[in-house]
């Protein structure tokens, strides 16, 4: 079970910062954050490999970041910067225990 929280409204040049946790007895070698704004596909927005690599939308490079703690089985999204075309609901997933699990969705409302 992951749950999702931190979003909200905020106006055009504002940061927020997510976070998701799972409830879990295992570790998880992915964390990462989706996006899906009204009418459009969903879509990866940062990702990162335990021990690998980081992943970033070529749209968000530079205003966000993503980080994770793996004692509390918690990924980060700090988004700054924030730009109305961020405006979507946002979506963790992991991937342990060779399974994908997705939390519920945060919405980001970016908008003066």
């Known amino acids: 079970q992951l749950q999702a929280c931190g979003g909200g409204l905020v106006q055009p040049g504002g940061s927020l910062r997510l976070s998701c946790a799972a409830v879990a007895t295992f570790s998880f070698s992915v964390m990462g954050w989706y996006r899906q704004a009204p009418g459009k596909q969903r879509e990866l927005v940062a990702r990162d490999i335990s021990g690998g690599s980081t992943t970033y939308l070529e749209a968000v490079k530079g205003r966000f970041t993503i980080s994770r703690d793996n004692a509390k089985n918690t990924v980060y999204l700090q988004m700054n910067s924030l730009k109305p075309e961020d405006t979507a609901v946002y979506y963790c997933?992991?991937?342990?225990?060779?399974?994908?699990?997705w939390g519920q969705g945060t919405l980001v409302t970016v908008s003066s």
């Open positions: 997933q992991f991937y342990g225990n060779q399974m994908s699990y």
